[in-house]
């Protein structure tokens, strides 16, 4: 029968071996070292939708293009090479080039 008590005997035994977690080493797992790793909270996150629903940006892509741009003004401003570079490929660059190139229908009222 599993039970809390159960719970907290299994944990109490796998650390019987480990020393104190400490709180500042802990508190700082996943932050932004200087080694190319982020820290996710460390963006806003509304830019962020906005980025993930561009075509070409997916999982793999978007903190990268987040590290190498202030906005999505000098995102737009990039040449297709320099996307494809960023995006890590051929495809992603020309689908977000192209999008951004896109001349869009204007209605006047």
């Known amino acids: 029968m599993r039970s809390p008590h159960a719970a907290a005997d ?8 480990e020393p104190q977690p400490d709180g500042a080493t ?12 982020f820290n996710e909270s460390e963006y806003n996150w509304e830019p ?3 980025l993930r629903r561009l075509p070409g940006i997916n999982q793999s892509n978007i903190y990268r293009v987040m590290r190498s741009v202030e906005n999505l003004a000098e995102l737009a401003g990039k040449d297709e090479p320099e996307l494809q570079r960023l995006l890590g490929g051929k ?3 020309t689908k977000l080039f192209e ?4 001349t869009a229908p204007v209605s006047v009222m």
């Open 10 to 17: 299994i944990f109490a035994a796998l650390k019987a071996e």
């Open 91 to 93: 495809a992603n660059g």
């Open 48 to 50: 962020q939708e906005v």
């Open 26 to 37: 802990a508190a700082s797992i996943g932050q932004n070292q200087g080694d190319g790793s």
């Open 99 to 102: 999008f951004l190139r896109t």
